[in-house]
Each structure stands twice: as C-alpha cells, then as structure tokens.
C-alpha cells in the first residue's frame, strides 16, 4: 500500500447508514453516466482515463479535480466525473476497512 495522506474526514463522521446510502448514490451516479447513450452533445462514451488510475498521495476530492485537469482531462466531463467518483467509492471502502479494523 502506498504512503497517502487521508483529508476525508467527511467519510469518518458519517454514521453507518449515511456511509450506505452515499456509497449507493455513487454507484447510480457512475452507472448512468457509463450507460449515457452516445448523441452529438455527448460524442465520446465515458470511460475511466486510463493514465488516471492512481488517487494521488492526498485524498480529497478537489486533489481528485485537480490530477484530473493536470492528467488533461475536465473534472465536470463524462471521464472525468467517472474518475472522480471511481476515487470517492475506494474512499469509501477504505473507511469500511478502517471501521473493520478499529472494531476487530
């Protein structure tokens, strides 16, 4: 595992169900925009970029916006949004592992 910087404090103060339900809102979010029909305003499919894999060694979402504008990519499009939100849900897993290990 690499050396990272966690700023999601936000993820933390979240009590279980609120952590679910975020997790689900994302999970739709990226589904719709990945089954976004291809049409003259959207004449790309979204994909994931594949030069932005890793999250960066800060984890916060304007980091997230920011490798996205620095890797070429616009944060506000569809492979840019499906970036963001790919970081957002291994964030979230990331605090479940860390809620798992406090409670073993």
């Known amino acids: ?21 975020r997790l689900e809102r994302l999970i739709a ?4 925009i990945r ?15 594949d030069r932005m894999r890793w999250r960066g060694p800060i984890r916060a979402v304007l980091f997230y916006k920011i490798l996205c504008l620095v890797s070429g990519e616009f944060y506000w499009s569809s492979s840019g ?3 963001i ?3 957002e849900l ?7 592992r860390r809620r798992i290990n406090i409670a073993a």
């Not at 979010?29 to 719709?32: G, S």
């Not at 291809?38 to 994909?47: D, T």
């Open 29 to 32: 979010e990226h589904e719709r």
């Open 81 to 83: 949004r499906i970036y």
């Open 90 to 96: 291994k964030d979230i897993l990331d605090e479940y």
């Open 85 to 87: 939100i790919e970081c």
């Open 1 to 21: 595992m690499r050396w990272s910087v966690n700023l999601r404090g936000d993820l933390a103060k979240l009590d279980p169900e609120a952590l679910n339900n």
């Open 35 to 49: 089954t976004k029909p291809v049409s003259l305003q959207n004449p790309f499919p979204a994909r994931s970029p």
